[in-house]
C-alpha cells in the first residue's frame, strides 16, 4: 500500500534543537508542532499501513488504565512519521500510575473499577515498584537507542498521580468528597503513586531523554476542580518531587492539563514548567494567555478540535492556524498543535491541512 498523505514538500527538517529551543524561549528556524497523540487510522493513511496510534500498539493506553497488553508504538515508525510530518520528537507513554489488586477471582488486574473508597481498600492496593519501572524505561532506552543519530528527539510523558485516583480508582464523585473528609488518605496515595514515578523520571533522565511531558488534569472549563488553595496543598507537594528530577537534569518541562489553568499557572510555573500545553479552547483564550504569560512560558496548541479540525474544511483549517500564527508566533514561544490529539473522527484532509499550514506560515 503506497502511502498518498498529502503532506507538502516543507524546509527544515525534524530537529529535537529547534523543539528545545522553542521550550526554553531561545530563537528556532521555525514554529514546531507537536501531537503527543495521532490515533491509527491517520498513521494507517501516513505510512501507509497499519502501526497502531503514536502512544500504543494493540490498545490506547490514552483512553485509560486497561490497556495493559499495550505496547509503545514500534519507535522506527515512530520515526518515519515524523520525517513524513516534520515532527522533532517521538514521545512514550507512562500515564497512569499502574495500582493492582487481587479479584475475587483471585486473578491480579490493574485498578479500574473505581473501587477504591476507604483505607481497607487502600490496603488492598498492590503498589508498583521496581519491576514496573523497568518495564517502562526498557521502551525509554528502545526508543532513545532508535532515535540516537536522527535528529529526531525523544520524551517521556505521564505521571498522572490526580487523574488516575478520580478516574480508575476512587471515581470523580467520590474523590472529590474524599479530599474534604479524608484529605489524608487521598494524599498518600498520591504520595506513593509520586514515589514510583519519582524513580521512573530519574531512570528515564539517565537513559537520555531530551524532555518530559508531564500530566495530570486538573481543571475543567471553569477554572480547577479543587479550590486552588486546597488543590496546591493537596497536590503540589507530591507532583513537585516527580519533577524534581527533570530540574535537576535540566530537562525542559511541558505540562499538560485539560481545562482552564489559570489558577494554577503561578504554582506550575513556580514548579519549573518551561510550557503549558494544551491551552485547551473551551477555557483559555490564546490571545489573553499570550499576552499574559508568552514572555515567560512557552505554549502549545489550541487549534480547536471541534471546530476547525473536526467540523471546518481544509481552508478554514488553514485560516485557523494563520490567524493563530499572528498571534502566537512573535517573540517565539508557541508550539502549534491541536487542543488535545489528532482523534480518528477528524477528517484526515484537516489534519494534513493543519500540518501544512503550520510549515507555510511558521517559518522565522
Not at 483505607?119 to 519491576?131: E, L, N
Request: net charge negative; glycine share 10%; hydrophobic share 40%.
Amino acid at each position: 500500500m503506497t502511502p498518498d498523505h498529502g503532506i507538502e514538500p516543507f524546509e527544515g527538517k525534524p530537529d529535537i534543537g529547534r523543539l528545545l529551543a522553542t521550550l526554553r524561549g531561545e530563537a528556532a528556524d521555525r514554529v514546531p508542532h507537536l501531537e503527543i497523540l495521532i490515533e491509527d487510522q491517520h498513521v494507517e493513511k501516513l505510512l501507509g499501513r497499519p502501526a497502531g496510534n503514536t502512544l500504543g500498539v494493540g490498545g490506547d493506553p490514552a483512553k485509560g488504565n486497561a490497556s495493559e497488553a499495550a505496547r509503545p508504538m514500534w519507535p522506527a515508525d515512530y520515526v518515519e512519521l515524523c520525517r513524513i510530518i516534520g515532527q522533532d520528537v517521538i514521545i512514550l507513554e507512562s500515564l497512569w500510575t499502574p495500582l493492582k489488586k487481587r479479584f475475587p477471582d483471585g486473578s491480579i488486574g490493574l485498578i479500574t473499577d473505581r473501587s477504591i473508597k476507604s483505607r481497607g481498600d487502600m490496603d488492598a492496593i498492590i503498589w508498583p515498584g521496581d519491576a514496573e519501572r523497568e518495564e517502562k524505561l526498557r521502551y525509554v532506552r528502545e526508543y532513545v537507542e532508535c532515535a540516537r543519530g536522527t535528529g529526531i528527539g525523544v520524551a517521556l510523558a505521564g505521571f498522572c498521580i490526580f487523574q488516575t485516583l478520580y478516574e480508575f480508582a476512587v471515581g470523580l464523585t467520590d474523590a472529590m468528597v474524599m479530599i474534604h473528609e479524608d484529605r489524608e488518605l487521598f494524599g498518600e496515595m498520591m504520595s506513593r503513586s509520586a514515589n514510583y514515578f519519582v524513580g521512573l523520571v530519574r531512570g528515564a533522565a539517565e537513559a537520555g531523554v531530551d524532555f518530559f511531558y508531564p500530566a495530570d488534569d486538573f481543571a475543567f472549563n471553569k477554572g480547577l476542580f479543587v479550590r486552588p488553595s486546597v488543590f496546591r496543598e493537596i497536590w503540589e507537594p507530591h507532583f513537585d518531587r516527580i519533577l524534581a528530577p527533570m530540574r535537576e537534569a535540566g530537562r525542559p518541562i511541558m505540562f499538560h492539563s485539560d481545562g482552564n489553568i489559570d489558577a494554577g499557572m503561578e504554582m506550575l510555573l513556580g514548579m519549573g514548567v518551561n510550557c503549558v500545553t494544551p491551552m485547551d479552547p473551551s477555557g483559555i483564550d490564546y490571545r489573553d494567555f499570550k499576552k499574559r504569560y508568552g514572555h515567560r512560558v512557552t505554549l502549545h496548541g489550541n487549534i480547536d478540535i471541534t471546530w476547525p479540525l473536526v467540523k471546518g474544511t481544509p481552508a478554514e483549517v488553514d485560516a485557523d492556524v494563520a490567524a493563530h500564527m499572528e498571534v502566537l508566533k512573535p517573540g517565539g514561544r508557541w508550539i502549534a498543535g491541536s487542543s488535545h490529539s489528532v482523534v480518528n473522527y477528524i477528517p484526515h484532509e484537516n489534519f494534513v491541512a493543519m500540518i501544512n499550514a503550520i510549515h507555510k506560515y511558521g517559518r522565522y
